[in-house]
């Protein structure tokens, strides 16, 4: 009998989440608040802000967009950032990614305070995250934890294989299964012998941003498959990073794309959001 992979549902877990914390808004009566900074520069970061905004009113979370041209400069959005972390109606400040050429990313990111950084990309939490002692952390790799742990399976002891080292993703998500005792194998552009490494992994996490670097038929027979990619086929068709009709025939579990950790980094997001807003209410 020719099997195929249990599917990873990011769509109901994260839907899961999202009445968890709508229910522990409304029994504490409380008002998280969400900034969010887009500078007009990525046609998709629009959608993803569309989306973040429209789950937390559904929740009960109070969101701001400050919308910015694409020549705004450095200094404009160090003093938005400034006026935010002092805003007590403001508990989370998440700056939309990627930005402009002309702005640095990373020097802004460390001007939001580390308890309102919501995205976890703060060097403190990245830190944290580091020495094993995580506070807020970087919604997708967080997200991909609750899809894996929603597995009745052991982590510890698996060999995971990440496929692309960007701060968003590749690295924290190393972090984060280092944290579960997995061991860890990062790949990135410069990796040889890309396919051996996938072949050993016994969990995927593939978050090139590119369809077609990762062939199915590499995909160790029962592996967890997780796709982070999310990109448009010239035939319009919306895809992951890996071809999932033949994927699904070799793993034992796998993520949709759409539907599967995009939710998660929403949900996460979501998380994140009430836990800043507990620590200011509650010190
Ligand atoms: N761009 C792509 N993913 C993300 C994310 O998780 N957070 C932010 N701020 N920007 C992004």
Not at 114 to 136: E, S
Not at 246 to 259: D, F, L, M, N
Request: aromatic share 4%; charged share 20%; glycine share 8%.
């Amino acid at each position: 009998m020719k099997t195929t992979a249990q599917l990873l549902d990011g769509r109901a877990i994260a839907a899961k989440i999202r009445s968890t914390i709508a229910a522990e808004i409304a029994s504490r009566k409380i008002t998280p608040g969400l900034a969010v900074i887009l500078v007009d520069h990525d046609p998709a970061s629009e959608m993803y802000v569309k989306t973040k905004q429209r789950a937390c009113f559904e929740v009960g979370i109070f969101s701001e967009c400050y919308r910015l041209p694409e020549t705004v400069d450095q200094s404009a959005l160090e003093k938005l950032i400034a006026t935010l972390n002092k805003d007590p109606k403001i508990h989370g400040i998440l700056l939309q990614l990627p930005l402009p050429a002309h702005l640095s990313a990373d020097d802004l990111l460390e001007t939001i305070d580390p308890r309102k950084d919501v995205d976890g990309f703060h060097p403190y939490n990245l830190g944290r995250l580091a020495q094993k002692r995580p506070l807020l952390r970087p919604c997708t790799p967080y997200g991909v934890m609750t899809l894996l742990k929603s597995i009745d399976e052991t982590l510890a002891g698996k060999h995971a294989v990440v496929v692309g080292a960007s701060n968003i993703v590749g690295r924290p998500m190393a972090l984060e299964l280092l944290l579960e005792q997995c061991t860890v194998t990062v790949c990135h552009r410069a990796t040889e012998h890309l396919q051996e490494h996938v072949k050993s992994a016994d969990i995927l996490i593939s978050a090139t941003g590119h369809f077609g670097v990762i062939q199915s038929d590499w995909i160790k027979p029962g592996a967890i498959v997780i796709d982070v990619g999310f990109s448009r086929l010239s035939n319009g068709k919306i895809t992951g990073d890996i071809d999932f009709d033949t994927a699904k025939i070799r793993a034992s579990w796998i993520t949709p794309v759409p539907g599967g950790v995009g939710p998660m980094t929403v949900a996460t997001l979501l998380q994140n959001t009430i836990l800043a807003c507990k620590w200011a209410l509650d010190g």
